[in-house]
């Protein structure tokens, strides 16, 4: 068997100080089992005993390296536990033992664990027959003195023998023999045998205590240095069951003064001891140790001792008389006196630890000068200059006595309670007092009144307490409560809440809000009162203060004025007990809850039949406009988003009479937007702005103002200045997602718009991260979210209450059963042999690049290179000659994919094609025409119009393939004459997948739809797919139904997707 070495240092370097302490405590107490080895692979495997059992196994590698496993939750998290200590000790001591496992033939493989066991069961069935004799022990303890802990220790000596005892030379090595049934030489003439030797059950488990005293001093006991191998120290915690057994023994133990005692009684109670007290002839009284003194205390072992008694002290009497030992000086006097003046204090804080340990006897002299009466406590409080002031008086029977006064030399001596004295002291002392000239005095208005109101209470029924008329009028006479009322004022539609405390004045009011804003707990009154603003009125108010972030300046009044937004906010904060809701304020909340319930008509001229979740939608814009409101229309791509809103404005022009509106797109889709308006509402009229920018300026200043401005993000940025001065009565930001990143010139640009009613359609609100949301917010509500540095801290379910009826999402599954349904699925191809080459070397680097920036700590400086490297293997994927450009190899995907359209066009199948990549695009194009398939091409260079033009044509039956950039072509199209959409290559944000499937999947759809993702299986591409699922609920959360996101990939994220299986 291969020898390993290992020391206790080791195992406390392996597993720590604090796991070391605790496998050692376990293996002391046997809790290894089952302990085996393993020759061929070097390994160990044991059942440790712990609240459960735990498996635990350790290897050891050929340069002296182990590997230790455990099933324990601490490994868990620790790599290493208590457990895994026990076992490398358990280890170490069997490795020690040149008989524990023979030595195996190395032609022949033979798990020791049955030779072991051979070995156990011989030697105790012949033993029956063979052990005749008992062997004797004697045990020698002598008495030092440790020169560092002034305190008292046993040495151990053992001898043995049949009937002539021997002295044990090698006391670690006999304790290890007995317990491994091993041969021991004692003497030249004279060894331990297994076969022929047995010893008693007591001598047993001395001995056994023995081997753990040896343990102890090895690991823990560097003070204790044995010098030879023929002693070992007891250790406190073995002294107690050692006399206890040793008791029947025989023994000696050898004082220090060379006294011997050969017999012990052991008691667990303290002895008789007494402490009398005596009156001197000049007054004074002398306190007497003798009956303590006459004994020996040891603290290290944790006892006292007269001859062979030995009383075993409790953790608190240990305390109390090692205090007294190391305070007086025992080895000259037994009596102590103590001065009259002092006795009162001697009483109140040395008897009763003295009573705790023994009895105090007073002699009749004494005792008739102790005078004992109970303590009357009094308080008397008054208010000077804005403090509050607390005089103490401590009264015994006549006797009057202030903090801190020494008592006054009387003919007796008085019994002072300075535990309840120093109690009500501190209490005081807590509360905020502090001791001026023998009284307390409290400054803080704040703990004045925690004093008031809370500390008060419980002194009125403890002490006396008397106040002053100016300390009564701290204490309101009555509890108060906060009324509002809530309404919408019928001139500018905002909300009008007002507050009001009954019995106070309005300024007082004002003062309790601005008080309940800076989180105060109380107020005080012009009237000088102390009041609470604990009730659940006030701490309603406090909430919706935090909600709405109202500063001290925002309450300049008893009202406060709020945008309707904030109507649910303000509902739900608010105690209803203690509200009073206006008739025009319930509506508003019955409109934000259903809108659908709104009482308004699509227009007549509207050019189409809305379908009736299309209506809800239209009555949503109404609801919200009527209050002068923004929301966001989250619908599901391809449920006519675009129409809800051109029916909501053409409503608004007809009804309302309102001035023009100004709809902003992304560049691809102004035109569809024209065309739409020219469709659905031909009696607007509509007037895109496009073209250089003198052509611009000349549109926005032709005289002739229409109905509808449609412009693009990009052209807005950059014309943001030529519409500083008009006013538009309806913005609709279409694709809003394209505003997501609030410091974005673009964002930025949208805010400057001036328009009184504001709203946003995206099927994504959230594509990444919940700021984007608050960007949007931030552009059609300002300020509706609060700071976007409190926003993110939000809990996601409380962004959805107060957001809830500005989203309005519904699903094509919820709203149209009619649509044909949209079938997802996975295929998967295999990486080529050489694109495996190609991707596995990237793979490598990547992760070593990634472990450097970790162990640099610069994980987040260095990400960005870190996801430059992931985009290269999603390239592999794809095909390596993305970016390689010598690359001769083939791609398995590409194969997939041309087998699959072989496959679909044999089944007169219509195909989009999405790849992020343009340049993988272009292959696939090539590919195409190899295999003479017609197909439409688009990416971000293709010309706006021309975009439209290709769509229609290819929904009218033109060619069979539609090849389309991810990004260029994920929004705003409509490609229903599809009925399979191909995701060649994975995106990090699902939704912009989704909007790919979208395109095809939408109303005038009248097939079923397939969506086909390709993936390179056991690939980055795989833990995309799997990371995406897993992350599917974020936009749930936030806006019901909703679709998903990636958020930022941390480290842990980064590692699982840079695995390879095979």
């Known amino acids: 068997m291969a020898q390993f070495y290992l020391d206790t240092q080791d195992i406390l370097k392996i597993t720590g100080q604090r796991f070391f302490r605790r496998g050692v405590d376990l293996y002391k107490k046997g809790r290894v089992t089952k ?143 007995i317990k491994f049934n091993e041969v021991h030489k004692i003497t030249e003439t004279f060894s331990y045998k297994p076969k022929d030797h047995y010893f008693d059950a007591i001598d047993l488990a001395l001995l056994d205590m023995i081997g753990e005293a040896i343990t102890h001093e090895e690991l823990y006991s560097p003070d204790f240095p044995t010098v030879d191998k023929r002693s070992v120290n007891l250790p406190p915690f073995l002294i107690l069951d050692f006399f206890e057994n040793l008791i029947s023994r025989s023994f000696e133990i050898i004082r220090d003064d060379d006294s011997i005692i050969d017999q012990l009684n052991i008691e667990q109670n303290l002895p008789k001891i007494k402490f009398p007290i005596t009156l001197n002839e000049d007054g004074s009284f002398i306190v007497n140790f003798q009956s303590l003194f006459s004994y020996q205390f040891s603290s290290y072992y944790q006892f006292l001792n007269k001859d062979h008694e030995f009383y075993f002290l409790s953790t608190e009497q240990k305390k109390i008389i090692e205090q007294i030992y190391t305070i007086l000086p025992y080895q000259k006097k037994y009596s102590y006196q103590i001065s009259k003046a002092k006795m009162t204090h001697f009483i109140g ?28 406590t009094k308080l008397y409080l008054d208010l000077k200059k804005d403090a509050l002031n607390v005089s103490v008086v401590f009264q015994y029977g006549e006797e009057k006595i202030f903090p801190n006064q020494t008592t006054q030399a009387q ?29 307390y005095w409290l400054f803080s208005e704040e703990k004045m009144y925690q004093f008031i109101y809370d500390d008060l209470p419980e002194l009125l029924e403890q002490t006396s307490v008397f106040m002053t008329d100016q300390v009564e009028t701290l204490r309101a006479e009555r509890d108060y409560f906060l009324d509002t009322r809530v309404e919408v004022n019928a001139l500018t539609g905002m909300l009008d809440v007002q507050f009001n405390i009954d019995g106070i004045t309005k300024q007082d009011v004002q003062n309790v809000l601005q008080a309940l804003v800076e989180k105060k707990s109380y107020h005080r009154l012009q009237n000088g009162a102390l009041i609470k603003l604990t009730d659940a009125s006030f701490q309603a108010f406090q909430s919706l203060a935090d909600e709405l972030y109202f500063k001290k300046k925002d309450l300049a009044s008893t009202s406060i004025e709020l945008s309707p937004a904030k109507g649910l906010q303000l509902e739900h904060a608010l105690d209803d007990s203690q509200v009073d809701y206006s008739e025009t304020f319930k509506q508003l909340l019955q409109t934000l809850k259903q809108p659908d319930q709104f009482d308004d008509q699509v227009p007549e001229t509207l050019n189409a039949q809305l379908r009736d979740y299309q209506v809800t939608g239209f009555k949503w814009f109404k609801a919200l406009a009527r209050y002068q409101l923004g929301g966001i229309l989250a619908d599901e791509m391809g449920l006519g988003k675009t129409i809800q809103a051109i029916s909501f404005i053409l409503s608004e022009k007809t009804t309302e009479k309102i001035g023009p509106s100004i709809v902003i797109a992304p560049a691809s889709l102004i035109y569809n937007w024209k065309k739409e308006f020219e469709k659905f509402a031909p009696t607007l009229s509509v007037k895109v702005v496009s073209g250089t920018k003198d052509e611009r300026m000349t549109i926005i200043k032709d005289n002739h103002e229409p109905d509808v401005w449609i412009t693009s993000y990009p052209l807005l940025r950059q014309d943001v200045k030529l519409y500083k001065h008009m006013y538009f009565d309806v913005m609709i930001l279409d694709e809003a997602q394209a505003i997501k990143n ?37 552009t059609i509500s300002p300020g509706f979210l609060g700071p976007k540095k409190e926003f993110i801290q939000y809990p996601n379910d409380y962004i959805r209450k107060i957001t809830k009826p ?104 219509r195909v989009l094609i999405f790849s992020q990549f343009s340049s993988m695009l ?78 095809a999947h939408r109303i005038g759809q009248t097939k079923k739809v397939e969506v086909i993702r390709l993936i390179t299986q056991g690939t980055i591409e795989e833990k995309i797919f799997q990371l995406q699922e897993r992350k599917r609920k974020l936009v749930d959360e936030i806006i019901q139904p909703g679709e998903t996101l990636l958020s930022s990939l941390n480290e842990k994220e980064l590692r699982e997707l840079l695995t390879f299986e095979q």
């Not at 705790?356 to 109970?374: D, H, L, M, N, R």
């Not at 309840?420 to 209490?427: I, P, V």
């Not at 992760?847 to 390239?875: M, P, W, Y």
Request: glycine residues 4%.
């Open 35 to 177: 302990l085996t080895y393993n020759q061929m692979i070097n390994s160990w495997q044991a059942t440790v005993k712990g609240g459960n059992l735990y498996q635990v196994s350790i290897f050891f590698f050929e340069d002296d390296d182990l590997e230790a496993k455990c099933d324990c939750s601490a490994y868990q998290t620790h790599y290493t536990c208590k457990h895994i200590a026990a076992v490398l000790l358990a280890i170490t001591k069997h490795n020690s033992s040149t008989t524990f496992f023979p030595e195996q033939n190395t032609t022949e493989v033979t798990d020791p664990f049955p030779l072991r066991m051979i070995d156990m069961f011989e030697t105790e069935q012949t033993g029956l027959i063979t052990k005749e004799t008992q062997l004797k022990l004697h045990y020698q303890l002598e008495e030092k003195r440790h020169r560092v802990l002034k305190d008292t220790y046993y040495e151990l000596q053992l001898k043995v023998g049949e009937n002539q005892l021997y002295i044990v030379k090698e006391l670690p090595a006999f304790i290890k023999a």
């Open 349 to 376: 804080y040395v008897l009763p630890q003295l009573e705790s340990i023994g009895e105090v006897q007073y002699s009749e002299e004494a005792e008739t000068q102790i005078k004992q009466v109970p303590l009357e």
């Open 411 to 439: 003919e007796q001596v008085l019994v002072r309670d300075f535990q309840a004295e120093q109690a009500l002291l501190t209490r005081l002392k807590n509360s905020g007092f502090r001791l001026l000239n023998q009284s």
């Open 742 to 778: 609030h410091l974005t010139q673009t964002a930025k640009a949208t805010r400057q718009i001036q328009a009184k009613q504001r709203f946003a359609l995206s099927g994504t609100p959230i594509e990444n991260r919940l700021e984007e949301l608050w960007s949007i917010f931030q």
């Open 806 to 909: 500005f989203i309005l999402r519904r699903l094509k599954t919820d709203v149209l059963p009619d649509l044909p349904e949209k079938i997802e699925f996975e295929q998967y191809s295999e990486l080529t042999k050489e694109q495996k080459q190609v991707y596995l070397a990237y793979l490598e680097r990547i992760e070593q690049q990634l472990d450097a920036v970790v162990d640099a700590n610069q994980f987040n400086q260095e990400k960005i290179e870190i996801l430059a490297g992931l985009t290269r293997l999603r390239q592999i994927c794809c095909h390596p000659s993305l970016f390689l450009e010598n690359y001769q190899g083939e791609s398995g995907k590409l194969e997939l994919l041309m087998t699959m359209i072989e496959q679909l066009r044999a089944e007169n199948r």
């Open 922 to 999: 272009k292959i696939i194009e090539k590919e195409l025409n190899k295999q003479r398939y017609q197909s439409f091409y688009l990416d971000g260079q293709t010309p706006l119009k021309d975009r439209v033009e290709m769509a229609e044509a290819f929904n009218n039956g033109e060619r069979e393939i539609f090849i389309i950039s991810l990004k260029a072509g994920g929004t705003g199209l409509n490609l229903t004459g599809a009925d399979t959409v191909i995701l060649f290559d994975l995106w990090w944000n699902p939704a912009v997948e989704a909007q790919a499937a979208g395109r």
